[in-house]
């Protein structure tokens, strides 16, 4: 994790760290904690995450929200929807656009 965290980013993540898998921390009561907007605590979890390697994962089911994944079983759990959503959107692309386009899109032109 990196070091250099705002102080935002710092209260979210000392949020996060409070819950666990199996209770994780709601969207809604960071909000109320916070006064920040839904779309603004997304924002910075998604930075602590893909700019600070914080492991954080997100519960979609109930009980829904976020949590710091401590073990594999808690980051592969983490990431299945996250693949899965993933996979949604390159097919969605790829009806769009077409097979070939993807491919070079990604990276893996067509020789």
Known sequence: MSLFLTG??????????QGSFDRPVTLAS?????GMGEREVKAIVESLGN?????????????????IAKTVEE??????????????????????????????LLGQGVL
């Open 8 to 17: 935002t980013e710092y209260l979210i993540y000392g949020l996060i760290l």
């Open 30 to 34: 960071i909000c109320q904690i916070t």
């Open 51 to 67: 700019e600070h390697d914080v492991p954080v994962g997100a519960r979609r089911g109930k009980p829904n929200g976020y949590f």
């Open 75 to 104: 980051r592969e759990a983490a990431a299945r929807p996250l693949v899965r959503q993933g996979a949604k959107m390159l097919r969605r692309a790829r009806r769009l656009l077409g097979k070939r386009r993807v491919r070079e």
